[in-house]
């Protein structure tokens, strides 16, 4: 069945992960990548986590947002380089760069020069700020898109003071922004037959996935707190808890909710009392309430209270690793991971995440090792096997 993007061609220049990410959710859907690096490859390639990986040249982190991408060695400072950049923008439906604002253009293959070419190119350009503004050339990172944006001001324990999340949210988010903002620009150009730039500011992004936080304050004037594990519910009973052999997180958000975690800690009695009468009463008493929980919750593991606890009617999980969680009955029974046979073996990753009913996410290949598409690209464009030498011999790819 075909897949939502089949039959579009993207030319991606991104790097590191928030663009990266991006193209590899259209590449799980059917697009095909030209990924373009430059000839020593790009630092994601070899993070250091894994040596072995590192030296091949294909890091985990590399691996996970580049699958079903090609890829293409060029050194963009050589004018023969920028030539074939100009042949492959005139064939392609999208470009994608996450490099500052106006460093394509300085190499002469920014917006205005591709679209001269090719009017009907779509151009996401993904950076830290957007390309106006006051800090528009400033440098975009996740840590300090976490700081900037709200997010370390809401993350944490008052007594400990912020922290990050413990992955690159703001890359990520940006990225799916990104994704999405390509995919609402195609939409449009199949109904106006136009090409467009899309721009994407990594903190702009982040701030629309804050839009509940950022309309508490603008309408009703509260100010965010670092809140722990609280949920925004702000339920007493929505929080993390002690239990047997560690911790459960309670997602505890309702009177029936409620109801049904007391009795299944065999607390029923608490329901007559007047400290814990409704909403108000219990965030009153948290400290006895939350004393009578885990008092409950420590005779037995958390795992057990998972089953238990969710049985019942009241929501909860213990918390998973993520070499647990990939293993999840539920998550083999949907088949989100994906899984690959490779040169090195089996191998597993993350999907897009969604099902569609025909025609879904799927990862045929995984990253590519690099320049491994190089002379099947240039062949594509026209370079016989003297040409494509010609160009190595002069280190232009």
Not at 112 to 137: H, M
Not at 269 to 296: C, G, K, S, V
């Amino acid at each position: 069945m075909t897949r939502p993007f089949e039959g579009v061609k993207i030319l991606d220049f991104t790097q590191v992960l928030a663009g990266p990410y991006a193209s590899y959710q259209l590449a799980l859907l059917g697009a095909e990548i030209i990924k373009v690096e430059r000839r020593e490859g790009e630092d994601m390639r070899r993070t250091p986590l894994s040596r072995e990986w590192a030296e091949r040249g294909l890091a985990p982190a590399f691996q996970a947002i580049n699958g079903n991408k090609r890829s293409l060695t060029l050194d963009l400072q050589k004018p023969d380089a920028i030539a074939i950049v100009k042949k492959l923008a005139a064939r392609v439906d999208v470009v994608m760069e996450n490099f500052r604002p106006g460093v394509m253009d300085k190499l002469g293959i920014g917006y205005e020069a591709l679209s001269a070419i090719n009017p009907k190119l779509i151009y996401c350009a993904v950076s830290g700020f957007g390309q106006t503004g006051p800090d528009r050339l400033r440098p975009g990172y996740d840590g300090k898109m976490q700081a900037l944006s709200g997010i370390m001001a809401i993350t944490g324990h008052p007594e400990t003071g912020p922290t990050r999340a413990g992955f690159a949210v703001c890359d990520v988010l940006s990225g799916a922004t990104a994704a999405f903002g390509v995919s609402s620009a195609l939409y449009q150009r199949d109904r106006t037959g136009k090409g467009q730039f899309v721009d994407v500011s990594m903190l702009e992004a982040t701030m629309a996935f804050l839009s509940g936080q950022i309309a508490d304050w603008s309408v009703a004037g509260h100010r965010q707190q670092l809140s722990g594990n609280q949920a925004v519910s702000r339920r007493t009973t929505a929080n993390l808890f002690k239990c047997g052999d560690g911790h459960i997180l309670l997602a505890v958000n309702n009177e029936k909710q409620y109801r049904a975690l007391m009795s299944a800690l065999g607390r029923e009695d608490t329901l007559a009392d007047p400290r814990f009468a409704d909403w108000f009463a219990r965030n009153e008493n948290e400290p006895a309430l939350r004393a009578i929980i885990e008092a409950a919750l420590a005779a037995r593991p958390a795992r057990e209270w998972e089953t238990i606890l969710e049985d019942a009617g009241a929501p909860c999980a213990s918390i998973w690793k993520v070499e647990e969680v990939i293993d999840h009955p539920q998550i083999k029974a949907r088949g989100a991971i994906q899984e690959l046979d490779t040169p090195y073996g089996r191998l597993r990753f993350a999907g897009s995440g969604f099902k569609l009913a025909h025609g879904g996410g799927k990862l045929d290949r995984m990253a590519p090792e690099l320049g491994a598409d190089t002379d099947a690209v240039l062949g594509e464009l026209g370079f016989d096997a003297a040409e494509i030498a010609a160009l190595r011999a002069q280190e232009i790819v």
